[in-house]
Each structure stands twice: as C-alpha cells, then as structure tokens.
C-alpha cells in the first residue's frame, strides 16, 4: 500500500493537489492511503520550503506546483 502525503496548510492549492493525486491513485488502481499534512513542524522535517508539496512513502516528489494527474501517476508507479 502506498502512502500519499499532502504537505500545505489547507491553501487552494494543497486541495487541488490532493483531488489531483486522489484521482492518479484511483486511476492506477493502487492500494494507498492519503494524509494531510497541515502542521508546518510536519512539513518542516521534510524539508519542504514551498507548499504545496506531494510526498509517496514518505518521499518528497515534487513541491511548490501543482502537477497534473498523469505528472502524479508517474510519480507513484
């Protein structure tokens, strides 16, 4: 099961980012489990320095931009 992690303090953007990534997953078909990350402590210790940013298994893939969901399937294959 993967894990996706929605780093950002609940912005316009972060809620994108999460339907975008909701979409990608369901449309691969994975098992997965989706967090919201909304403390900036939390999002500190990934070393994030703009929001939004998507984490896969506790990895930062991409931060400060809002990929599309065929960007965001490649990023969790």
Not at 19 to 32: F, H, P, R, S, V
Not at 42 to 56: N, Q, R, S, Y
Request: net charge positive; aromatic share 4%.
């Amino acid at each position: 099961m993967k894990k996706i992690q929605i780093l950002g303090t609940g912005c316009a953007k972060c809620q994108k980012l999460a339907e975008n990534a909701k979409a990608a997953a369901d449309a691969l078909g994975i098992a997965y489990e989706m967090e919201k990350v909304s403390e900036i402590d939390e999002i500190m210790k990934f070393g994030v320095m703009f929001t939004p940013a998507l984490a896969v298994d506790g990895v930062v893939k991409v931060s400060g931009k809002v990929p599309d969901v065929a960007a965001i399937k490649v990023m969790l294959k």
